[in-house]
C-alpha cells in the first residue's frame, strides 16, 4: 500500500469548516484513499473513502487531485465532538482485505 | 454504536503470562481483524479471519494467535507476554472480506498492560 504524509496535528474554530490534507504521491492507479478518525478511547471510525472522484456523505467531503498525488478531508462544519486523530489511508479495494496501514494521523482539536 | 463488543475492557498482567481476548462481530459479518495500538500511535494490523481460517497476518510473531468460531465470533491469544505487548487492542469486522467499501466497524478495544 501506498505511503501517506499528513500534518501531525491542527486547530479549528467550532463551525468553521475544517481542511485536512493528505499526500500520497506513490499512489497506485487500483488504489483507493480512505478517511478514518479515531476519538480519544474509541476505536476509529470510517469516514468516506473514493478512488478519483469527489465524494460526499453525510460526515464529510473528500476532494482528490485530478493526478491523485493528494487529497482533502473536509468536514463543513466542525463541531466540539469532530476533536479526534485522523488517519489518511490508501488501500487496493478488494485484495487488502481487512488489512488497513495506518499512520500517524492528524490530531485535530476543535476549539469553541 | 458499531454492533462489536470486546471483552474485557481493561486487563492487567504479567511478563510471561498469556491472555485471552474476545470480539463479537457485527450481525451479518463473517470477517475479523485484530489490530493492535500502541499509546500514541495508529493501530497496527496483526491477522484476520475468514470462515473460521486466518487469511492475512501482519507482521507479528506466532505467539499472537486467533481463532474464530461458526457464529463470527473471534478470539485473540497472546503468549508469553512482553512489556511491549502493552496496548489497546482493537477487533474490527465487516461483511465478507471488506469488498469494494472498505469500511471495518470497529470495537472500543481492550486495554492490556504488562507489569
Known amino acids: 500500500d501506498a505511503k501517506t504524509t499528513q500534518p501531525p496535528s491542527m486547530d479549528c474554530a467550532e463551525g468553521r469548516a475544517a481542511n485536512l490534507p493528505c499526500n500520497h504521491s506513490?499512489?497506485?492507479?487500483?488504489?483507493?484513499v480512505y478517511w478514518y478518525r479515531q476519538i480519544h478511547s474509541q476505536g476509529p471510525q470510517y469516514i468516506i473513502h473514493g478512488l478519483k472522484n469527489n465524494e460526499t456523505n453525510e460526515m464529510a467531503s473528500l476532494i482528490i487531485t485530478e493526478d491523485r498525488k493528494s487529497s482533502t478531508l473536509i468536514l463543513p462544519h466542525a463541531t466540539l465532538r469532530d476533536t479526534a486523530v485522523y488517519y489518511c489511508?490508501?488501500?487496493?479495494?478488494?485484495?487488502?482485505?481487512?488489512?488497513?496501514?495506518f499512520g500517524g494521523g492528524t490530531r485535530v482539536l476543535v476549539k469553541p | 454504536e458499531t454492533g462489536v463488543t470486546q471483552s474485557p475492557t481493561h486487563l492487567i498482567k504479567t511478563r510471561g503470562q498469556q491472555v485471552t481476548l474476545r470480539c463479537s462481530s457485527q450481525?451479518?459479518?463473517?470477517?475479523v481483524s485484530w489490530y493492535q495500538q500502541a499509546l500514541g500511535q495508529g493501530p497496527q494490523f496483526i491477522f484476520q479471519y475468514y470462515r473460521e481460517e486466518e487469511n492475512g497476518r501482519g507482521n507479528f510473531p506466532p505467539r499472537f494467535s486467533g481463532l474464530q468460531f461458526p457464529n463470527y465470533s473471534s478470539e485473540l491469544n497472546v503468549n508469553a507476554l512482553e512489556l511491549d505487548d502493552s496496548a489497546l487492542y482493537l477487533c474490527?469486522?465487516?461483511?465478507?472480506?471488506?469488498?469494494?467499501?472498505?469500511?471495518?466497524?470497529f470495537g472500543e478495544g481492550s486495554r492490556l498492560t504488562v507489569l
Open positions: 506513490t499512489i497506485s492507479g487500483n488504489e483507493y
Open positions: 474490527a469486522s465487516s461483511p465478507q472480506v471488506a469488498g469494494t467499501s472498505g469500511e471495518l466497524f
Open positions: 489511508i490508501v488501500r487496493v479495494s478488494q485484495a487488502a482485505g481487512n488489512k488497513l496501514t
Open positions: 450481525s451479518g459479518h463473517n470477517t
